[in-house]
């Protein structure tokens, strides 16, 4: 059992990594960590709401105790059917419903609010966080608020390793075949305009991409720090290199070994899993910014 669990853990941050080193890149080029911030929060609204769900299916709501009592003959089967159904009712669905809706609330103020742009994106990230914990408080039985604000990749099932697989195919594919026209509008909006690249859509394709990272890799670092493990890998890439394409492997490398590197010392030393690799990818990020100046120095000094 162990060994499952563990081979899990191992699965869903390996796919995690190549993710969030590509997204990531993105995020920290666009310079959209605060917007991809808002989106997170307002995920974990979702998340409360499809765990009510789940408890309603089960209590039999929704119609669901009706359906049950039509296709078995005694009450008891009727429950027991109920609550089966139950278990194939996933906080995720909701959970990217919410963050798509904020996404494309998040594009809106982009081009619309300018001036209150901070305030309405800091309303978006409370309302969304308090939606969630509300709905939380109607959730009978062991749900914490933590193993979805900070994660708990220890827990993973193979459900949750089979979405990330299926979602994180998606999103790579639309990486790989959009990459040019991103690349562009991340590095120079105007002349990606002059060219005819729809600037808008490229804005809000990486807003939705971002907000389905943000969902399918919650488990990892939860809602709270996914942020973190979006652009410090990223961030810690860029101190050595500008090129879009040798940021994106290099994050997945950082992101990589820094989360492989926090699963074990969060086991070894009996730490919360999230923020242990979270401090790892910091750690790594600070040792870049004090290297990075005298190496860039060097560097410099040989090419002349």
């Given at each position: 059992m162990q060994a499952e669990i563990l081979r899990n853990t191992y699965l869903l941050t390996a796919i995690a990594s190549v993710i969030f080193g590509a997204i990531g890149s993105f995020v920290v080029a666009r310079r959209i960590g605060y917007l991809a911030g808002a989106i997170a929060h307002s995920a974990f609204g979702g998340v409360g709401i499809g765990l009510w769900t789940k408890q309603c299916v089960e209590a039999g709501a929704f119609g669901s105790l009706a359906?049950?009592?039509?296709?078995?003959?005694?009450?008891?089967?009727?429950?027991?059917?109920?609550?089966?159904?139950?278990?194939?009712?996933?906080?995720v669905p909701s959970a990217f419903v919410f963050a798509l809706l904020a996404a494309i609330l998040v594009d809106?103020?982009?081009?619309?609010?300018?001036?209150?742009?901070?305030?309405?994106?800091g309303a978006i990230w409370a309302?969304?966080?308090?939606?969630?914990?509300?709905?939380?408080?109607?959730?009978?039985?062991?749900?914490?608020?933590?193993?979805?604000?900070?994660?708990?990749?220890?827990?993973?099932?193979?459900?949750?390793?089979?979405?990330?697989?299926?979602?994180?195919?998606?999103?790579?594919?639309?990486?790989?075949?959009?990459?040019k026209k991103l690349e562009a509008v991340c590095f120079d909006e105007e002349?990606?305009?002059?060219?005819?690249?729809?600037?808008?859509?490229?804005?809000?394709?990486?807003?939705?991409?971002?907000?389905?990272?943000?969902?399918?890799?919650?488990?990892?670092?939860?809602?709270?720090?996914?942020?973190?493990?979006?652009?410090?890998?990223?961030?810690?890439?860029?101190?050595?290199t500008k090129r879009l394409g040798t940021t994106i492997v290099a994050s997945t490398v950082v992101c990589f070994v820094g989360s492989w590197l926090g699963i074990w010392l969060s086991y070894l030393y009996n730490f919360s899993t999230g923020p242990m690799i979270v401090m790892v990818v910091a750690i790594?990020?600070?040792?870049?910014?004090?290297?990075?100046?005298?190496l860039r120095l060097i560097k410099t000094f040989l090419g002349r």
């Open positions: 359906l049950a009592t039509l296709l078995t003959d005694a009450p008891d089967d009727a429950k027991t059917l109920c609550q089966k159904w139950s278990q194939y009712v996933n906080p809106y103020v982009r081009q619309h609010a300018h001036e209150r742009e901070e305030t309405i994106l309302i969304g966080a308090a939606v969630g914990l509300l709905f939380l408080d109607r959730v009978h039985g062991y749900v914490t608020a933590s193993t979805y604000l900070f994660g708990d990749v220890l827990l993973v099932s193979q459900t949750d390793v089979l979405i990330s697989v299926v979602l994180g195919t998606i999103i790579l594919a639309c990486l790989f075949l959009d990459f002349f990606a305009e002059l060219r005819g690249i729809n600037v808008k859509f490229q804005n809000r394709l990486l807003l939705v991409l971002t907000a389905a990272t943000v969902v399918i890799l919650m488990r990892v670092v939860g809602m709270a720090l996914i942020v973190a493990l979006l652009t410090l890998p990223a961030a810690t890439v860029c101190r050595f790594f990020y600070v040792s870049a910014l004090i290297l990075g100046k005298p």
